[in-house]
């Protein structure tokens, strides 16, 4: 059975840290390239880092540059998100997903979804 379980999520003040995981079973982790997503209610899920399956790649949305870090451990079918700075407007249901793919986009192109951890930064 595939499985994408994010987790790390909060409640943190503005200008706080969190490090999301996401754990991968059931697919041969390391042909995958991960990306994070997130969505508030209202809004349309929107691409926020990603990571080609061997980690040359990695790519960050303008609002998240110089603040956020994603990395892989491929050895532990793992995927992290390092926040720092963070601001309320962060504030929403963040996704872990895979492609099967060398590389990986901002598009919602993914073969496999986790459910989302929900981080709430207040102000």
């Known amino acids: 059975e595939v499985q994408l379980q994010a987790s790390g999520g909060g409640l943190v003040q503005d200008g706080g840290s969190l490090r999301l995981s996401c754990a991968a079973s059931?697919?041969?982790?390391?042909?995958?390239?991960i990306a994070w997503f997130r969505q508030v209610p209202g809004k349309e899920r929107e691409g926020v880092s990603c990571?080609?399956?061997?980690?040359?790649?990695?790519y960050y949305q303008d609002p998240v540059k110089g603040r956020f870090n994603i990395s892989r451990d491929n050895e532990k079918n793992m995927v992290y998100l390092q926040m720092s700075n963070l601001k309320p407007e962060d504030t929403a249901v963040y996704y872990c997903?895979?492609?099967?793919?060398?590389?990986?986009?901002?598009?919602?192109?993914?073969?496999?979804w986790g459910q989302g951890t929900q981080v709430t930064v207040s102000s």
């Open positions: 997903a895979a492609v099967r793919s060398e590389q990986c986009t901002f598009l919602p192109l993914y073969d496999y």
């Open positions: 059931g697919f041969t982790f390391a042909n995958y390239a």
């Open positions: 990571i080609g399956r061997s980690a040359d790649f990695k």
